[in-house]
């Protein structure tokens, strides 16, 4: 379940609209004791802790940054499609883990944003895992076709 993945993640990134949601939520700090990385161009205060930092530049960049100093553990994208297309876009998500919710939705935010530099096809996904939970919602685990 959620706690054994999340033993995994050493690396949580996030945009500063995620962020801001998540500090809204009436809960302690969920990434406490990871560190955290706000995608934002604006000056925040009031961090949550210590390990929590904001970054400005450009995603390869932050992915060779945190290659370097971190020894095990995955990066972990939270929520955001700007981010998340971002990523896509510079072809460093080597895994997708989607839930599929019973319930056919009017309108929405769109899952990715592509921006017109974003190729037609980012890259084929190849099947890791499926799983039918309780009330019909179903996890998907993809990784990049080109990665083992």
């Known amino acids: 379940g959620y706690e054994e993945f999340f033993k995994e993640i050493h690396t949580v990134v996030m945009g500063r609209t995620t962020y801001e949601q998540v500090r809204g939520f009436d809960c ?16 925040l205060t ?13 995603v390869r960049d932050l992915v060779g ?12 994208l939270v929520g955001g499609r700007v981010v998340t297309q971002a990523f896509l876009d510079a072809g460093l ?5 989607l839930y599929v919710m019973p319930a ?3 309108k929405g935010i769109r899952m990715f944003s592509p921006s017109e ?20 919602v179903v996890k998907l685990v993809y990784n990049r076709a080109d990665v083992s």
Do not use: M
């Open 93 to 97: 998500v080597d895994e997708i883990e």
């Open 28 to 43: 302690p700090w969920p990434y406490a004791n990871k560190r955290t990385v706000i995608l934002t161009t604006k000056k």
């Open 46 to 58: 009031d961090l949550p802790d210590d390990q929590t930092t904001l970054y400005s530049g450009n």
């Open 104 to 106: 056919l939705l009017n």
């Open 65 to 76: 940054d945190l290659r370097k100093t971190a020894t095990t553990g995955d990066v972990w």
């Open 117 to 136: 530099d974003t190729p037609n096809v980012l890259c084929n996904l190849r099947l890791k895992e499926c799983k039918a939970f309780p009330h019909g």
